[in-house]
């Protein structure tokens, strides 16, 4: 006789199978930003606020501002800085250093088919999704949501997303003036009333990001902005993030950088996170003999043949005056060999160029077409044949701008502010070839010209043309004709937009729909979009959040045969039981044929003899002598 059975690894069981629920939380008050979920108050959601502050020195004998790797507190010049709190207590600069060193550092705003992170070991984040993106700006919220709450993590989506019932929905404000931000399963925030519907702008970034070979945002150098180093510090020389799936090696060169970010900040002209501000001169305070402009590395995909598509479209903010009026055009965008002719050789055109942005300066120039293109953006592309020209109708100077210049088709079209004010039909395409080698130039465009100086032979003598007889001079490149203003959301497409795109790019700035990410496994969820709009979510929102809980069934079959446990240790069944002696005598009943015992629990016990499981029966099951009985036993962890 004995209590316990063997259990045999045919009679047990291992089922998983994942669980979610969904909880809703009330964050915000006006002295501590937290909430707490039904039955979870000793866990509660934490709401935070960052903002990203650098520290700057002047160096007087290098008599310019230095970028320094800690914080320094204190008074610079006439300014002040002292740490700045969240309402609840948290350094808001280490909260945001902290965003950045976790999830955003080296994180690449990749749109192509790859994951967001260039070095994963850089970043604690290294599994983000393929769909994802992440951008950081000088202005940041978050939510810290207890794993007591989100499980082994905030559920993501699957094939029948469906944006009408998400996994993590936010709102704030009051009724007629609510945001309302969802998770798109991915890893993205995004605004569900958005232009368009969620449904189309989700569909229409998707649809662009296979299509974009070339993204400069510049919301990276956000770092590089502080307002007491006359309100723009500048890049020096700073490599500058293409987030496209080609990750195009790119080089900002005396480039100043203004935000959008940081309600302090005086200069905050930019149009969505950072934007590159051109000097339009030969230098700036710092360094009088660089240009300022911005050099990305020329490759297949930013070139475009006779025979193909592309759309070009950006952001720029222009002055009514130019700084540099040498000639009546200032370069906004150039693919290399800046438009000019070979006067040695009947000026024909010796430039070759898929596409360039000119604006119209103040100078009034009487080359033809330039007459009365003072402060109109100029389209143009060059196939050393055809040369071929629109302009906008209207102003674009004095404020930001949206502009997209594609070819679509047999048709050169130039959009202003969603609406396209100029079409011309493209050359014949069984003609010259518009395409070089040459780097993508911002802010500038650059040639080869001749120099003051001939070739010269190995004899010292100088070098005779054969053809024309005439000596000929060495080439060196040329800078030319630099802009004076601001870019910003830079985007090159392979093919070209509907109209619907354009407004799209038009409508929402940054060029997405997003405007945070969600940390699934941990809990974090974070609010970058420099939006003013969006500046108090952290403050006063409800939340709900449904979590993904792996939990594992377990089944234990107990298989007792007819002669196994016909016996009882209650001690009902003595006379005596009442007086606690141990000398009762068994009770006349158990002696008695038809008396059978019944079983009311069950208990598993590990090899150590230690009780891990007690089930209880919903009535007492009567252990008949003449059957087999069978009992199965379930629990969850």
């Known amino acids: 006789m004995s209590i316990f059975k063997q259990f045999s690894k045919d009679d047990y069981t291992k089922t998983p199978y994942v669980a979610h629920k969904k909880y809703h939380v009330a964050v915000g008050d006006s002295t501590d930003f937290s909430g707490v979920a039904e039955g979870f108050e000793q866990y509660p959601v934490t709401g935070l606020e960052s903002i990203h502050v650098n520290a700057y020195t002047f160096d007087p004998i290098l008599q310019r501002t230095l970028r320094q790797n800690s914080f320094t507190s204190g008074t610079i010049g006439v300014h002040t800085y002292t740490e700045r709190e969240t309402t609840n207590g948290f350094v808001m600069r280490s909260v945001h250093d902290s965003l950045a060193h976790m999830y955003y550092t080296r994180a690449g705003n990749y749109m192509g088919s790859h994951a967001v992170n260039v070095n994963h070991d850089s970043s604690f984040c290294t599994e983000p999704t393929r769909n994802e993106f992440r951008e950081l700006n000088g202005h940041a919220q978050l939510f810290s949501v207890p794993q007591q709450i989100f499980g082994d993590k905030i559920h993501e989506t699957d094939i029948n997303f469906d944006p009408d019932n998400p996994a993590l929905k936010i709102l704030s404000g009051t009724a007629g003036n609510q945001i309302d931000l969802r998770d798109d399963g991915f890893g993205n925030l995004y605004e569900h009333d958005i232009s368009f519907g969620a449904k189309t702008s989700l569909k229409i970034y998707h649809a662009l990001t296979a299509s974009c070979v070339g993204y400069w945002g510049f919301n990276e150098l956000y770092p590089y902005h502080q307002d007491y180093v006359l309100g723009h510090c500048p890049t020096f020389f700073l490599s500058v993030k293409d987030g496209s799936q080609y990750n195009t090696p790119t080089l900002a060169s005396a480039v100043f950088v203004n935000s959008q970010s940081c309600a302090d900040i005086r200069f905050r002209n930019a149009i ?38 592309f759309a070009i479209s950006l952001w720029f903010n222009a002055p009514h005056s130019q700084s540099n009026r040498v000639s009546g055009l200032n370069y906004l965008l150039s693919k290399g060999e800046g438009h000019h002719s070979d006067p040695l050789n009947g000026n024909i055109w010796t430039s070759k160029y898929p596409f360039d942005l000119t604006i119209g300066n103040s100078v009034h120039n009487l080359e033809g077409w330039e007459q009365g293109s003072q402060g109109k953006l100029i389209a143009r592309r060059n196939d050393g044949l055809n040369y071929s020209v629109i302009s906008s109708s209207s102003d674009v100077t004095g404020s930001w701008v949206h502009a997209v210049y594609q070819k679509t088709g047999s048709m050169l079209e130039l959009w202003i502010n969603g609406t396209k004010e100029a079409n011309l039909l493209a050359p014949d395409s069984k003609l010259g070839q518009p395409g070089n080698d040459k780097d993508l130039f911002l802010g500038i465009a650059t040639r080869m010209t001749w120099s003051g100086n001939y070739l010269t032979q190995s004899d ?51 060029g997405t729909p997003f405007v945070g990410n969600v940390m699934h496994e941990h809990g974090i969820i974070t609010i970058t979009h420099p939006s003013e709009s969006y500046r108090n979510i952290a403050r006063n929102c409800t939340m709900s959040i449904k979590n993904t809980f792996k939990i594992t069934e377990h089944e234990y079959t107990a298989n007792i045969k007819r002669g196994e446990y016909n016996f009882t240790m209650n001690p009902t069944i003595t006379v005596n039981e009442g007086t606690g002696s141990r000398d009762g005598e068994i009770a006349s009943f158990v002696t008695e044929t038809d008396w059978d015992p019944y079983i009311s629990t069950i208990g598993l016990y590990n090899s150590a003899g230690q009780l891990l499981v007690v089930g209880k029966l919903s009535r007492a099951l009567r252990k008949d002598d003449g059957y087999d009985t069978t009992l199965v036993v379930r629990f969850d962890t």
């Open 272 to 309: 969505h996170g950072t934007a590159a501000m051109f000097t339009g001169q030969s230098g700036n305070a710092y360094d009088n003999s660089k240009f300022s402009y911005v050099q990305a590395k020329h490759h297949r995909h930013l070139d475009f043949r006779k025979d193909e598509d």
């Open 460 to 510: 010292g003598t100088t070098y005779v043309d054969p053809i024309t007889g005439n000596p000929k001079r060495e080439m060196v490149q040329e800078y030319m004709r630099p802009f004076s203003g601001s870019m910003d959301e830079v985007r090159i497409y392979d093919r070209a937009l509907n109209s619907n795109e354009i407004a799209y790019h038009y409508q929402l700035k940054n």
